[in-house]
T-cell receptor, first 117, second 114 residues
């Protein structure tokens, strides 16, 4: 079974600075997707960024980028120029590649990020 | 385009009762997944429906069931509620079941069991 581990329950960052959130996962699959989701206090979960395992290039979305280390099974999220609106719970998630069933998301426990003004 | 909607947003029930939660996916989306979120267990997959068929099921007791209608709206039912069923129940919709199909989450239904 696949597992996703986020070992840091909380982190804090100064506004405008950079923060890195860590995630490790365990799988025997070679094809899969990895995601970072953001859940603000309003509770609506939104996708921040995703990475296809077969792609060597790290994904980037504006101020958000990942460091994907497939051999080490590590998938960290870097937030640059942190903003107050980045304060939320962040979940790392794994999804096995499939064309039909078994497309569920497996989530880590999440990390609460606070941004200091 | 309207997002995923879930009703009701908050619900209070007592042990032994049953409850039905509803999820309306984004227009055009045919896949609906349900997740339970608790502080202790985190986010856990309940089940996934596509074209009115359950395609995948998580490791939950039979008290948890669901269905999907022809318009892709989905309901989940929990019978004989237990205190441990108190949780935020999230619904997510996607266009299909392919891995690259992004899942869009609803705001959730907060269930409290007394």
């Amino acid at each position: 079974a696949q597992t996703v581990t986020q070992s840091q329950p909380e982190m804090s960052v100064q506004e405008a600075e950079t923060v890195t959130l860590s995630c490790t996962y365990d799988t025997s699959e070679s094809d899969y997707y990895l995601f970072w989701y953001k859940q603000p206090p309003s509770r609506q979960m939104i996708l921040v960024i995703r990475q296809e395992a077969y792609k060597q290039q790290n994904a980037t979305e504006n101020r958000f980028s990942v460091n994907f280390q497939k051999a080490a099974k590590s998938f960290s999220l870097k937030i640059s120029d942190s903003q107050l609106g980045d304060a939320a719970m962040y979940f790392c998630a794994y999804r096995k590649f499939a064309t039909g069933a078994n497309s569920k998301l497996t989530f880590g426990k999440g990390i609460t990020l606070s941004v200091r003004p | 385009k309207a997002g995923v909607t879930q009703t009701p947003r908050y619900l209070i029930k007592t042990r032994g009762q049953q409850v039905t939660l509803s999820c309306s996916p984004i227009s055009g989306h045919r896949s609906v997944s349900w997740y339970q979120q608790t502080p202790g267990q985190g986010l856990q997959f309940l089940f996934e429906y596509f074209s009115e068929t359950q395609r995948n099921k998580g490791n939950f007791p039979g008290r948890f069931s669901g269905r999907q209608f022809s318009n892709s709206r989905s309901e989940m039912n929990v019978s004989t509620l237990e205190l441990g069923d108190s949780a935020l129940y999230l619904c997510a919709s996607s266009f299909g079941t392919r891995t690259y199909n992004e899942q869009f989450f609803g705001p959730g239904t907060r269930l409290t069991v007394l």
